[in-house]
Nanobody
């Protein structure tokens, strides 16, 4: 059983940056591909980015490509999401998730989820 704990959310202004962290425990971290998703009030949970378990290959949603960067440190059992040039529409609860197998945007294929961290971007 893998436990995931997100941190680093907060209230920022448009154009600012934030770095989210997700610490994993209870499993072999480098066995899992890791993803970030987000959910705004009244909306579905959307894919943000994902990174392969080893090698760093990553994928991004079109809405964040070029502004957000996903990375991981397998020695620290942690995955990060660096968010630059934040926009009001980035406001959401951000979740990290873990899965074995492929790398992609389908939330239902992720096996483990954190409880989320709130990111609020004001204009």
């Amino acid at each position: 059983q893998v436990q995931l704990v997100e941190s680093g959310g907060g209230l920022v202004q448009a154009g600012d940056s934030l770095r989210l962290s997700c610490a994993a425990s209870g499993g072999t971290f480098d066995s899992y591909n890791m993803g970030w998703f987000r959910q705004a009030p009244g909306k579905e949970r959307d894919f943000v980015a994902a990174i392969r378990r080893i090698g760093g290959s990553d994928v991004y949603a079109d809405s964040v490509r070029g502004r957000f960067t996903i990375s991981r440190d397998n020695a620290k059992n942690t995955v990060y999401l660096q968010m630059n040039s934040l926009k009001v529409e980035d406001t959401a609860v951000y979740y990290c998730a873990a899965r074995r197998g492929g790398l992609g945007p389908v939330a239902s294929l992720y096996e483990y989820w954190g409880q989320g961290t709130q990111v609020t971007v004001s204009s």
